[in-house]
């Protein structure tokens, strides 16, 4: 059955709406681990706007399970990335203006900074993955480059209107996921999936993990985030 992770970004954007301490991303961790969440998934943005250093060091310390560190390939969050070691970076694009990444990294315009530092973080003992779009090249390419995993952007797919959209980009879906895992790679999804409209991926079985944050935290706030988290752990199961 897939794993869940559980995106906890927005417990640390709560908190920053008023400059407090509360609520507190490392004890929703805690929760979240404990409702049966494999890992913690949080981006460490270049301003800060939600996700700190601090937090990143306590859930390092803290969690029990999987740490995946969303970030831009960029030289500072990298050094940040080497010191507290999570056990996997998620390379993502990443622009100021953006409410929440807004689509998948183009691997072939960076790649020769990208090799670089995918081995620099497979020396210090850290998996990598690339958040893409389900485009066949991008897949070849992240192989190519050296990644660990893909985490197929699903943007498009919950996002479409029209049944005949929505379908096509299933289809991409599924097929970016069957090349990645004939090349050897790990196959994650995530981006807009929610309670609804995560059932329809659960066929594709070489997606071994799903990474949900927005659906889950919204959730939370009706029936807490203990309950949120169950439920979503439950249709993975049931899939």
Do not use: C, W
Request: avoid cysteine; charge should be negative.
């Amino acid at each position: 059955m897939p794993r869940l992770g559980v995106n906890i970004d927005h417990v640390a954007t709560l908190r920053e709406a008023r400059g407090g301490v509360e609520p507190d991303p490392i004890a929703a961790a805690v929760l979240v681990e404990m409702a049966g969440a494999d890992g913690i998934v949080v981006h460490l943005r270049e301003d800060r706007r939600h996700i700190k250093d601090r937090d990143l060091h306590l859930l390092r310390e803290v969690i029990q399970g999987k740490l995946d560190l969303e970030m831009a390939p960029v030289e500072e969050i990298v050094k940040i990335a080497l010191d507290v070691k999570p056990h996997m970076i998620t390379f993502v694009p990443e622009r100021r203006e953006e409410l929440t990444t807004e689509g998948g990294l183009d691997v072939s315009a960076i790649r020769d900074s990208l090799r670089t530092t995918i081995t620099l973080l497979h020396d210090a003992g850290i998996g990598v993955s690339l958040f893409v779009e389900p485009v066949l090249d991008q897949v070849k390419s992240s192989h190519k480059i050296g990644a660990d995993y893909v985490e197929l952007h699903t943007g498009l797919y919950v996002n479409a209107k029209r049944q005949k959209d929505q379908d096509a980009q299933f289809e991409a879906i599924e097929q970016a996921a069957k090349l990645a895992y004939k090349l050897g790679m790990g196959v994650n999804a995530g981006h807009g999936l929610n309670y609804r409209n995560i059932k329809r991926l659960l066929p594709i079985h070489e997606i071994v993990e799903y990474n949900i944050g927005h659906s889950i935290i919204s959730r939370a706030v009706l029936v807490g985030l203990q309950q949120a988290v169950r439920e979503m752990k439950d249709i993975l199961n049931k899939g």
